[in-house]
């Protein structure tokens, strides 16, 4: 199965114009279902936004805006708890996880069974209590009013306002992507991209960038924005549960497509077992001659075969559009795979006809410069259904032991300890709306979840050879799926499920961010006697800068994304799980245990990042005993909590009497 | 209810506890070692996600179900004091007089011990 490193050369042509938006093999005819979702769903987001504002002219304008008046009922908790939680991540990272290590990431995701439980029942009825009793609106209200400490408050807040600004980056840029996607084929699109791209060819800070994303990132930001800004926290709530009905449906749906094509789970597996993982290759696209004027644009996803292992031609698959620039004979580099299990290639050729060699003529060839081996599963069959699953990069393959224990902790508290979640359990009416959503919310979880497991398996077999590039296998599995179901209406919705995901924790952390500032930062610290209208203004003011400053930052984003998702995630949780959990129930915790457990967390968490970074000369943290870093922030914010409160004086009396004993003097 | 609120804590951390060392232990035990090509399947289900995930995951399922509406306690929340200044000057005594009422309409379920 090796490759000989000798490069190879073959005659490839005809391609199309660079500035052409053809895609060779790619004919989805779904340009008018798309639109027609699209709208139907702004429309419906925009009326729920407007509505919500109405109730917000009648309200109290701090407690509504940021808090829905603490009226959530057990629907509007269940949905908008479930989808904060489910971010872009869960549509777009996982099944590209799923789709690239297979029935492993059943295991990786497993803690979800028990995230609502652990998530709304750990804190729930005390936080939602404490948050009454003070009168708190955020996060850093709560500990603040909790120790009466403001240094405890900045501290946090500044925490949370550094983690949620990077976390929105990577949901603006894959909502960007989806939108992208969904709309491929739209011809205004098109047309549009090019007076865009007109536009920005002399801003440097926008050069290079694809018009189209530009426009799909503006469409996404502009939405989101103004539904956000004046629609306040009643409207990102009405606006999650539209969005959790649309991610239900878009997984309920998929999952019944994908089963009756793919032949059954069975057949699925089956084959899954029989696949070992591809070469990676990059290659390059050069021309005998300089390109024209327009340049040459090589569509991406197309088949070729090149050479033989004696039985059957070598299969490729490219996974990225290659370019030669105007003038130039040589394209940059450009991902591709090689199919490498015997059965996969004679069906793909079969099924596809692929022709032998190019389906080009002259004058361009491929080169193919390079070729990496999975570190650990390359040529095994089976390693796709066992564990710890296929892996390109670690020699322990994907999900070793000791990470699996630890996604048990991160997926499950370390949700619980998010902000984010912890925000909204201030925020139900009362006790009995929060029992009814923790068992809601724990069928929708198994609803969502183990389905995505399945349908992403199923994928690997239905469109084999996305793996250098499989974060796009989502929008390729609904329109490929709507496509082979003869159903093209249906790739709107199914993809309208990542973009309600992206949206739906975008809306909520920009408000968070947004309450951080106006209320922790501006009406606690700068202007206690701020007016309503101040701070009405101010809060309309920061939630529209908050999400501009992540559109621009998701215009030219760092490559690491989904690193930085699991690194802000992982961050504020070590910063505020411990010392959320101890402040609720321990009577005895008091101010320097909290800051110690805040402070050690979360310097314990960043400092095995940057250990990592200085060991390995890469983003990859260092994990002492195979575990986390996220596990070891929380182990070093327990002990530095409990052994410094215990260290130092009690708390005052009169907060333990305030937040631990009844008026009558019960606990 | 803040010794209703801890007692449920510790019961939700115990469920956790089984559920980490239910899934990752089973799946270890039965999914984990050098891939063979084949794989005994439940359902189309490789037979350690079926009892090492999926088994766990609606047993946790119906845990959370019964826990959640038959043993939680129906607690009272209190009043919420919103919309309170800083100084504490910003109050409107009907949203309190009303927040007031609607505590008090609240049903009561395990009580306070």
């Given at each position: 199965m090796s490759f000989s490193p000798v490069c190879h050369t073959m005659q490839l042509a005809i391609l199309s114009p660079a500035n052409s938006f053809a895609l060779l093999g790619?004919?989805?005819?779904?340009a008018n279902s798309a639109l027609l979702t699209f709208f139907g769903y702004t429309l419906a987001v925009f009326l729920l936004a407007w509505f919500s504002h109405q109730v917000l002219a009648k309200r109290r304008f701090m407690s509504e805006y940021?808090?829905?008046?603490?009226?959530?009922g057990v629907l509007a908790l269940t949905l908008t708890y479930g989808a904060t939680s489910a971010s872009a991540g869960s549509f777009a990272g996982f099944p590209a996880l799923i789709y690239a290590h297979g029935w492993i990431l059943a295991l990786w995701i497993a803690s979800y069974m028990i995230v609502p439980l652990c998530g709304m029942g750990l804190f729930g009825k005390r936080l939602n209590q404490v948050a009454r009793k003070t009168g708190s609106i955020t996060i850093p209200d709560v500990l603040r009013e909790r120790f009466e400490s403001r240094s405890i408050a900045i501290l946090s807040t500044m925490l949370i306002i550094l983690m949620l600004s990077v976390y929105l980056i990577p949901q603006f840029k894959a909502a960007g992507l989806i939108l992208k996607a969904l709309l491929a084929d739209v011809g205004l699109l098109h047309r549009a991209a090019v007076v865009v791209a007109a536009w920005t060819d002399g801003v440097p800070f926008l050069h290079g960038v694809d018009p189209e994303y530009l426009i799909c990132l503006g469409c996404f930001a502009a939405l989101t924005i103004v539904y956000t800004t004046f629609g306040g926290f009643r409207a990102v709530v009405w606006t999650d549960v539209l969005q959790g009905f649309v991610m239900l449906f878009g997984v309920v749906a998929m999952l019944v497509l994908a089963l009756s094509q793919v032949g059954g789970l069975s057949r699925a597996t089956e084959k899954l077992s029989a696949m070992t993982p591809p070469e990676l290759i990059t290659l390059e696209y050069r021309s005998s001659q300089p390109a024209p004027t327009a340049g040459y644009r090589i569509a991406d996803d197309v088949w070729f075969t090149m050479g033989s292992d004696g039985l059957r031609p070598r299969l490729y698959r490219t996974n990225e559009v290659g370019v030669i620039p105007p003038g130039q004979t040589v394209s940059g580099e450009v991902k591709a795979v090689r199919i490498t299990t015997p059965e996969e290639v004679d069906r793909i050729i079969q099924q596809y006809d692929v022709p032998t060699g190019f389906p080009w003529a002259d004058p361009v060839t491929v080169e193919i410069v390079d070729h990496q081996n999975y570190r650990y599963g390359a040529d095994q069959p089976g390693v796709y259904v066992s564990g710890p699953g296929p892996s390109p990069s670690s020699d322990g393959g994907f999900l070793p032991l000791g990470l699996a224990v630890s996604f048990f902790f991160f997926w499950a508290l370390s949700g619980t300890g998010q902000p984010g979640n912890m925000v909204r359990l201030m925020a139900f009416d009362t006790s009995r709306t929060l029992r009814r959503s923790i068992g809601m919310l724990s069928i929708y979880f198994g609803l969502i979840y183990f389905p995505l497991v399945i349908i992403f398996c199923c994928a690997r077999v239905l469109s084999p050879g996305l793996d250098q590039t499989p974060d796009r296998i989502m929008p390729v599995m609904a329109f490929s799926l709507s496509a082979a179901a003869d159903m093209p209406w249906l790739a709107g919705l199914l993809v309208a499920a990542p973009f309600a995901a992206a949206m739906s924790t975008v809306d909520s952390f920009m408000l968070m961010i947004s309450s951080a500032v106006v209320r922790d930062v501006y009406q606690r610290n700068i202007n206690p006697g701020a007016s309503e209208r101040t701070i009405k203004v101010l809060s309309y003011i920061c939630t529209l800068v908050v999400g501009l400053a992540a559109m621009f930052g998701a215009i030219n984003p760092p490559r690491f994304l989904q690193i930085l998702i699991v690194f802000t995630g992982g961050g504020l949780a070590a910063g505020f799980l411990f010392p959320m959990a101890l402040a609720l129930?321990?009577?005895?915790?008091?101010l320097k245990g909290a800051l110690s457990s805040m402070v050690l967390g979360i310097v314990t968490y960043i400092g095995l990042y940057i250990g990592g970074f200085v060991y390995y000369g890469r983003t990859d943290p260092l994990e002492p005993l195979?575990?986390?870093p996220l596990i070891w922030g929380f182990a070093a914010s327990a002990i530095a909590g409990v052994v410094v409160s215990l260290s130092t004086a009690p708390p005052p009396a009169h907060l333990v009497k305030k937040f631990f004993h009844r008026d009558d003097g019960g606990k | 209810m803040y010794v209703h609120g801890r007692r449920e804590a510790v019961v939700i951390l115990a469920v956790w506890a089984t559920c980490l060392i239910w899934t990752v232990g089973t799946s270890y035990a039965l999914g984990y070692g050098a891939p063979t090509g084949a794989v005994e399947t439940i359902w189309g289900i490789p037979h350690w996600v079926f009892w090492g995930v999926l088994v766990p995951w609606v047993a946790a399922t119906v845990f959370s179900l019964v826990f959640s509406l038959g043993f939680m306690a129906d607690d009272d929340l209190g009043e919420a004091l919103d919309d309170v200044g800083v100084d504490g000057a910003d109050v409107d005594e009907a949203d309190v007089n009303e927040a007031a009422a609607t505590a008090r309409d609240r049903p009561e379920k395990g009580g306070s011990p």
């Open positions: 790619q004919t989805r005819g779904t940021f808090l829905g008046s603490r009226g959530l129930y321990w009577p005895r915790f008091n195979s575990l986390h | -």
